[in-house]
């Protein structure tokens, strides 16, 4: 009887927690939807505010999903043969880039953001534009490109691979392109819903970057909880969170790249190597 | 499909960090052969391979020559070797039929050809009913048997072979032993074979590669280092071998364990060598020379005896008798002349390797 006491306490423990977490959530989701929020669910369920969400703030959603997209290309087009290249060269000078690229993630975004402004401000048509956010996006995100796919080919032992590749005639692009990418597609995939992910929830560098003719979603967001009624705010975190919620479950799925390989990868060879006489 | 010749003039090799893995040498293989290098893990043999495949480049004034074609300074994809991996270095992307189907792909080989070419290859290797299946689908010898079409697929000049079994279990490793030694004889294609398994080597090569610390111990057929090694490092590594110590003297070698016939020229201490399988076991009863049994191991096929009491040291002898043996029962020896021979006379054949920076074996 003592074990199942122990037992139930864990569980109301575990619900409570859970429901700390999840209640502001759903009360955020429900006041969306309700009609008067200060007369609670009472007052009827009406889609209305989510109209007047799309109306007021469209291209706030657009623009963080021009953003991430793009900042994904970028990564990619950076991160994948920056990973590769780490992978490739043993030694201190890589390992150090390795250590130095996750500063921006240690580092405060609105440090980042400050030394984005204080280094490129001057240069007003940047500044003005929402490439500017895309390059403070892409200096946060970058790190978790490059994390994952040198996870990934870390674990597939990818220069065997090229070496056999290289032996059956391959040059280096035959060998980039057709055995050394095609391999390493599980980091590329989490590495990427990783970047889409955070850049479409970034807020702390946005904030500091955008200017009232480039807000994304979230800043956004932060403007209509401080300017607009409640039901407003709320329908827009609902639309937030419709976004957001499929990316996290695809991210759950495909998130774990390195044990995915390692799962995928042959079984390692063990050498019974024969002691020197 | 007739290989190449190789030829290494001077080739070493000396990593960024200071260490030599492999002193410069001189290597000659003729078209057409297997030959086997040979030595525990850090001897140098896998650089050796790895720079006649192109993937290390030998240090400055080191030459590499296919059929007398300087191709030192091609990298691997433009050597046009074969190569078999450890790990098999399979693409886990494809599958076994596209596996084997790269290298003619890479090549540009036109499709209906390609196809006919590859079928020919799992055909040859009878892993056709695999030719759908993904990598990671296969065993570890089905892996080698995919590996080994890959890298034939291509008709390579010559074949080069990184412990290609060392990850198979025992059993596995004995049959596709024998399927490669009949693929390389069948394919007459120059082939090179890194291996750390003396049995393996001797099965295998025509001539095999001893090597210990970046350097050559010897080089010779699998007879000539089995029965002639030229020191006592090849001696120890390969197979089984007993030393005795005695004293020789009126055309006889004296030791504790008793006396037996020997050269009438020489004369003082000696120390003879020989393998289990050049002893026999016989009464004690006017037995050259008697000793006492300190183990016994049933083999199956043989048993394999230590025997103390002989010389200073136990000797191990190898007998087919299937009665049981126990420790302590004295047993009587009888070696067969031919089987015997010292270090300084097996040396004479093949050329000593010389201590220095630039040692040159020759073979």
């Known amino acids: 009887m003592k074990r199942a006491g122990l037992f139930y306490a864990q569980l109301a423990f575990t619900i409570l927690v859970c429901a700390f977490m999840v209640v502001p959530v759903v009360l955020s989701i429900l006041a969306g939807v309700t009609a008067n929020f200060f007369q609670g669910i009472g007052s009827g369920l009406t889609l209305r505010w989510v109209v007047q969400v799309w109306g007021l703030y469209a291209d706030t959603i657009r623009l963080s999903v021009i953003i991430a997209l793009a900042c994904l290309a970028a990564t990619l087009i950076a991160g994948v043969p920056t990973a590769y290249v780490l992978a490739k060269r043993p030694g201190r000078v890589a390992r150090l880039i390795e250590e130095l690229l996750v500063l921006p993630i240690a580092i405060p975004g609105l440090a980042i953001a400050l030394g984005l402004i204080t280094t490129y401000g001057a240069f007003e048509g940047f500044r003005k534009s929402w490439l500017f956010i895309l390059a403070g996006h892409v200096v946060f995100t970058l790190p978790f490109m490059v994390r994952a796919v040198l996870a990934v080919l870390l674990a597939i032992d990818f220069r065997t691979l090229e070496e056999g590749a290289a032996s059956l005639g391959a040059g280096f692009w035959q060998r980039f392109l057709g055995v050394v990418l095609p391999n390493c597609r599980p980091g590329i995939l989490a590495g990427s819903l990783m970047v889409v992910t955070l850049s479409l929830g970034e807020f702390n560098l946005t904030w500091m970057l955008h200017t009232p003719l480039t807000k994304t979603l979230p800043v956004g967001l932060a403007d209509s909880y401080a300017s607009m009624r409640l039901e407003v705010a709320s329908a827009y975190t609902l639309v937030f969170f419709v976004i957001l919620v499929p990316l996290l479950v695809l991210l759950q799925r495909f998130g774990q790249p390195a044990r995915r390989a390692e799962r995928a990868a042959p079984v390692a060879a063990t050498v019974p190597e024969r002691a020197p006489a | ?363």
């Open chain 2, 1 to 363: 499909m007739t290989g190449a010749s190789i030829a290494l003039a001077d080739c070493g090799k000396t990593f960024a960090d200071g260490t030599v893995a492999l002193h410069r040498l001189d290597l000659e293989i003729a078209g057409g052969e297997t030959v086997v290098l040979l030595g525990p893990s850090g001897c140098g043999k896998t650089t050796l391979l790895r720079l006649i495949a192109g993937l290390e480049s030998p240090d400055p004034g080191g030459r590499v020559r296919f059929g007398g074609e300087d191709v030192t300074a091609r990298p691997i994809e433009r050597r046009n070797v074969g190569m078999v991996f450890q790990s098999y270095a399979l693409f886990p992307n494809m599958t076994v039929e596209e596996n084997v189907a790269y290298g003619l792909k890479v090549r540009r080989v036109p499709p209906k050809e390609r196809a006919r070419r590859t079928a020919e290859m799992l055909e040859m290797m009878h892993i056709g009913a695999l030719r759908r299946r993904r990598v990671d689908q296969l065993s570890g010898g089905q892996r080698q048997r995919v590996a080994l079409a890959r890298a034939i697929a291509v008709r390579p000049t010559v074949l080069l072979l990184d412990e290609p079994l060392t990850a198979l279990d025992a059993l596995l490793r004995e049959r596709l032993r024998v399927e490669i030694d009949a693929l390389l004889r069948g394919l007459g294609i120059t082939a090179i074979y890194v291996t750390h398994d003396q049995a393996e080597a001797m099965a295998l090569g025509d001539r095999i590669v001893v090597m210990r610390e970046g350097r050559v111990a010897q080089i010779g057929t699998p007879r000539d280092v089995y029965f002639r090694p030229a020191n006592p490092f090849v001696a120890d590594f390969i197979g089984t071998i007993n030393r005795l110590v005695g004293v020789a003297r009126n055309g006889a070698v004296e030791m504790p364990g008793g006396r037996f016939s020997w050269r009438a020229d020489a004369a003082g201490p000696v120390e003879l060598l020989f393998r289990p399988e050049s002893a026999r076991l016989l009464p004690p009863e006017g037995a050259p020379l008697r000793g006492r049994v300190a183990s016994a191991l049933f083999m199956g096929d043989r048993t394999r005896l230590v025997i103390a009491g002989i010389g200073e040291t136990p000797i191990i002898v190898d007998t087919t008798e299937r009665r049981q043996f126990h420790a302590g029962e004295e047993v009587g020896i009888g070696l067969d002349p031919e089987g015997l021979f010292t270090l300084a006379e097996a040396a004479a054949p093949d050329p000593q390797p010389r201590e220095g920076a630039a040692e040159r074996v020759t073979a």
